[in-house]
């Protein structure tokens, strides 16, 4: 009697071999018997898969549902787009170790490195485990309804151990106390450490981790060395030759230390193609010579949505926008919005950015996302070229009028998914080297695509383009459970954790966007719904399917290191 039967699937098990017709039987979390017929086998519970993917559920190596997790389970919606398996505590940020008086400080980076609401996160985090790691890992995971990978982030492990002085290099004896913290934290249930070279806090200058010298990563690489756990870096993706020379020290550290690293974003750039081959060179070279670097590739262009009622990254490279973006209060925007002397700064910032060769800041572009006026609801889903033909004005002058009028409540939203160049980008996704995913879920929460990577991959660059097949897409996620070091194997083999996605491989897509008020604080949140996707098991326990959707009191979530 089994717990659970999956029948008559095409079952794509990881291992890169062809897809077979056949049956999977689950009993107590674990898939205990695969095979072509199960025969008249019972189970409590019997899905039919006939013409649909059984395949192991989807790992995403890049989110940061860190805060969600406090007060969301199901890290909504990431589970439904058939993703069993999270990696938080990206960037150089994770929400333990730190102390009670590091918690602002904290939350402050992480807002707006991730653009969350204060609201939101104030709201949902509530930091009920004291201090340490193992402690925060404890909380989450006693009410979890998928698995969890979370790394320790370097930038909060030089809070914990230096205090407010972090804008120095560690003394011998620090750097020895953050080796002992970061040990207790792998063995409190961290995957590895990360850190970032280019993040900033909100008043800009580098987040903690970009002060430590070179021998402090080493020694800390050192310790993820002794526990065979993994190093996470944000690399500076804007520049394929700084990029390159971080691989070079990847490499360096990855072979001395025995660990894996992986780099996130690697990005497809049309303005200039021929960096992302530069950047795979660098990495096929350290795998030759013995390291293991995996770059993350996205499946999606990078789309910001934002409100001019609170500050995005993206305002960061327009002269003149970030300084107003950022002060106090809305009235004190508005005025600056109203300013002639402001306005025509602001106006000229925009028109200067998006004249630059390869800019995908151009305000023409922008596209109108959601409106406060009955009025303008004609508006939404068109860009802003169209508003500035309608109005008799410049885009960048539609943008600020529309701002104004609707009290800094209009949405806007950057870059269009029908920009993705498959070719390239197909390309790289089937690179053996690549780690595909990175959704950044649960980060930037306005943004356009947060969430619908998978069925963006499986819909543009299985099904239409053939850059990858159904095999090669549940091998990739095979090849990154290994390479990241985690304890609990994915693959769809026997005794395996039951960790399973049953899709429509016909119909699989990224769905709607819908604004959900299903998240703390004020405001709403834009995030995408699947398509094709049907029935999701975390260690053998159905917790959504396309009928019911989410299941009530699922809780069979695990961490990926225990």
Not at 269 to 298: C, F, I, K, L, Y
Not at 453 to 464: A, I, M, N, P, W
Request: hydrophobic share 40%; charged share 25%; with cysteine.
């Amino acid at each position: 009697m089994f717990d659970l039967i999956i029948r008559n699937g095409r079952i794509v098990d990881g291992s890169g071999l062809p897809a077979y017709l056949g049956d999977l039987g689950i009993s107590n979390g674990r898939m205990t018997t695969v095979g072509p017929s199960l025969g008249h086998a019972e189970a409590a519970r019997v899905i039919d898969a006939s013409g649909r993917v059984v395949a192991p559920g989807f790992i995403d190596p890049h989110t940061h549902v860190d805060a969600q997790l406090c007060f969301d389970p199901y890290a909504f919606p990431t589970i439904e787009h058939g993703v069993t398996t999270v990696v938080t505590g990206n960037c150089s940020l994770s929400v333990a170790p730190l102390r009670a008086g590091q918690r602002d400080r904290f939350s402050r980076m992480f807002r707006l490195i991730e653009e969350m609401p204060q609201a939101a996160f104030d709201t949902g985090v509530d930091w009920r485990w004291g201090e340490g790691f193992g402690e925060m890992v404890d909380v989450v995971a006693s009410d979890l309804s998928l698995n969890l990978g979370p790394l320790v982030g370097h930038s909060v492990l030089r809070l914990y151990v230096l205090g407010d002085d972090v804008r120095r290099a560690a003394t011998p004896e620090e750097v020895r106390t953050m080796a002992d913290v970061l040990r207790e934290c792998l063995d409190g249930g961290a995957l590895g450490l990360s850190t970032s070279f280019i993040d900033v806090e909100d008043d800009l200058t580098p987040v903690p981790c970009r002060w430590a010298e070179s021998a402090e990563l080493d020694a800390l690489c050192a310790v993820l060395g002794e526990r065979g756990r993994m190093l996470q870096v944000v690399h500076e993706f804007f520049d394929a030759g700084l990029t390159c020379t971080r691989i070079e020290q990847l490499g360096d550290l990855s072979r001395r230390h025995g660990i894996p690293t992986t780099l996130s974003p690697l990005f497809h750039s049309g303005s200039n193609p021929g960096a992302v081959h530069q950047v795979m060179e660098a990495v096929e070279r350290e795998v030759a010579t013995g390291a293991r670097v995996w770059p993350q590739v996205q499946t999606r262009p990078i789309d910001i949505s934002w409100t001019m009622d609170q500050r995005s990254l993206m305002f960061l490279v327009i002269p003149g926008w970030w300084s107003v973006l950022s002060l106090p209060d809305k009235d004190a925007k508005l005025a600056a919005l109203t300013d002639p002397s402001s306005r025509a700064q602001l106006i000229a910032g925009l028109e200067a950015v998006g004249s630059a060769p390869g800019s995908t800041v151009k305000a023409e572009n922008f596209v109108i996302r959601d409106v406060v006026l009955d009025r303008n609801r004609h508006l939404v889903g068109r860009t802003l070229a169209d508003a500035a033909a309608e109005r008799g004005c410049t885009a960048a002058e539609a943008l600020l009028d529309l701002a104004v009028e609707e009290d800094l409540g209009t949405w806007f939203v950057r870059s269009d998914i029908g920009h993705v160049e498959a070719g390239p980008v197909g390309e790289l996704l089937a690179h053996p080297l690549v780690h595909i995913g990175a959704s950044d879920a649960g980060a930037h929460v306005g943004s356009f695509a947060t969430y619908g990577d998978t069925g963006l991959l499986f819909s543009k660059f299985v099904r239409e383009h053939s850059a990858l097949t159904l095999e090669g897409r549940s091998e990739a996620d095979r090849r990154r459970q290994r390479h990241l070091g985690a304890r609990r194997p994915r693959s769809a083999a026997q005794r395996r954790p039951a960790d399973v996605v049953v899709f429509d491989p016909e119909t699989i897509d990224r769905g709607p966007e819908v604004a959900s008020e299903d998240f703390p604080g004020d405001g709403h949140r834009w995030i995408r719904r699947s398509v094709g996707v049907e029935h999701v098991v975390v260690n053998g326990t159905e917790t959504w399917n396309a009928t019911d959707g989410y299941v009530p009191d699922a809780r069979s979530g695990a961490v990926a290191t225990r």
